[in-house]
Structure formats: C-alpha cells, structure tokens
C-alpha cells in the first residue's frame, strides 16, 4: 500500500510544503521571503513572522496541488534543524499540530540529510537516476560546507567540513563587498561568465585533511578591494566580471581539491552536489570535467531541489517512516548542526 507523506520546511527564509507518495513528489510549494532583501541577509525575527504567515496558505496548495485529502495523508514530516529557532519552531509547532489533529505520526527530519536525500526524488513517470552507496556528497550552501560519506539513507558521516564561513556565505558576503544584492551567489555566478578567471588571485586555505575555510578568503577580497578603491574609486565597477570570475574560481578551486582528495583516499567514484550553492555553474562544470577525468559518476539534483525545499524533507521522512523512526510530541528544534 503507497505511503502519503506532508514534508514541511521552515528552517531559514523559505516556507516550504510538499506532498510525496512513496518516493515520488506530487507536489512541493515554496513561499520565498522577500522581506529580507532591503536588509542584505535574512532577519531572523522577520523570518519567523513571515513563515507564521505563509505556513498554512503553502500547506493548502503542496495538498491541492497533489490531488490528496488531509485524512490522505499517513505522517508528517518536519525540520527538526539545524536552521534558525524562531523559524524552525514555526514548522514544528505547525507539523505537531496537523499530527495531533490527525492521529498521524510524526517525522523529524536532519536538514542537512534531507539535502543529501534530495538526490532520490522520483518525478511521476519518471525513471529515477540516483548515485548508488556509499557515495560522497559534497553538501555547499549558505549555512553550510561539508563532504558527507553516504552510507545509506539513514547512516552519513561527516568526513570535512568548513571551519568557519560556509562556501555560499563566502560567495555572498564578497558579493555584498562589491554592492550587489542578497543572496550574492546567483549575481556572481552570473557576471563571472563575462570575466577572466585568471585576472586577479586570493588566498587559499590550507588546512587539515578535508575541512574547509573561507573566512581568509573573504579577508583577503575584502583588503584587496579596500587597497585598490583607495587608487581608484571606480575599481569595483571597472573590473567587476574579472572579479567575480577570479573569486568564484577560487571558491570552487577550494572545493574541489578537497572533494577529489577525498574521493582518492575513500576510494569513491559515485559523486554527488547538494544544497543552494551546487547551482552555480562554475561549480557544476568543474565537477564535469574532473568526472571525466577521474571517471567518477557525478549527481546534482534539480535545481529546485537544490535550495531549501520541502520535497527534500518528505523523502527523508518517508525512509523514516518505512524504518518506524517516529518522535513523540515534546520533540524540540535545534538550531546547530548535529549530524
Ligand atoms: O541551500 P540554500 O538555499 O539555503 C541556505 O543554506 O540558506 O543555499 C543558499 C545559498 C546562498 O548563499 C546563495 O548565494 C547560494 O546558495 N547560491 C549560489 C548560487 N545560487 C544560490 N551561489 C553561487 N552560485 C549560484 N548560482
């Protein structure tokens, strides 16, 4: 018999419901927030009064949407964290409540995980094609920077990780330096393709094994351009696609050599990309071409679920559900990473 899962998502600035029968996503409604855009990041006391707003209105069309009926559906699956409290109370207290109302189980689900298990996704009338186990993901987005070793849905372990800045917060904090609007990544990523890579270098970490930082980095962009607007107040706009090529292929750089060392010393050659940042296309083709390289079979999931979604939190939940790893009522977000 199918299995109907509501997966909700609130851990940042998006409201986010989906509706899955088994593995396969009926449907997966977001409600973006642009309250935070005049602020240049997201304003965590905003973000919970807007998911307030948006969490029932998104519910209602992710079930419409997917032709299912409240008493369809079999559990609810949430964003346990890590994320923002205000905002992840918000789907917690939603999905107790539509539990409770319902006599359904309840689901919670590791944010981070659920970017992972995004790559399972099955469209309607679709084959599936997803990496097979063990794999290593590299997870990049705006909270976090991690290569995960994926044993199988339920077992991951975190093999490196950033240290300080995550990759997307890098990509956006630089942007902000050059004046262009929140989230940066997309506008570097987009005014990159018209720049020279080589035209400017920054400084790269060196640090232990296959972690990660971008704090120096984002030092290093930051002095450069304060040296240079001192010679010549136009710097930033005369020479802004060099720079966002130069920084961008730096970020990536930093990325994949760590990726490939750990793939070589794992012995891994199934690939994968997760989470807001593997949208950027410099990324994307530098995985391509190491995958020829190396002969890896490399994974990035759709677009749309690649930044913070609710599909990815209905997937996640429904292998829970099918291993019965069901939370009780006085189950609490948190807001820090914990794996
Ligand atoms: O996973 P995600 O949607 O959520 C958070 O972790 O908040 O990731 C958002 C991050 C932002 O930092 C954004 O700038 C970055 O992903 N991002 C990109 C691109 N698209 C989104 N970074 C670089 N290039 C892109 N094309």
Redesign the pocket.
Known sequence: MSVYILGIES????TSAAVFRDETILSNKIANQEVHKEYGG?VPELASRAHQQNIIPVVDKALKEAGVKVADINAVAFTRGPGLMGSLLVGTSFAKGFALANNIPLLDVNHLHA?VLAHFIKEPDQESNHPDFPFLCLL?????SQIVLVKDYMHMEVVGQTIDD????A??KC?KVMGLP?????????LAKEGNPEAFSFAKPNIKAYDYSFSGLKTSFLYFLRDQVKVNPDFIEENKNDLCASL?ST?VDILLNKLVKAASDLKISQIAL??????????RNGLEMLAKKKKWETFIPKFAY???NAAMVAITGYYKFLAKEFVTHDTTPFSRVVF
């Open positions: 851990s940042c600035d998006d997201v970017h990049v987005s705006g909270g976090n995550a990759a997307g917060e990509f956006d942007a929140y989230p940066g990544g997309p506008w570097i990523d987009k961008q970020i997760a989470g807001g940042v593997s949208a950027n296309s410099g990324l690649t930044t913070d």
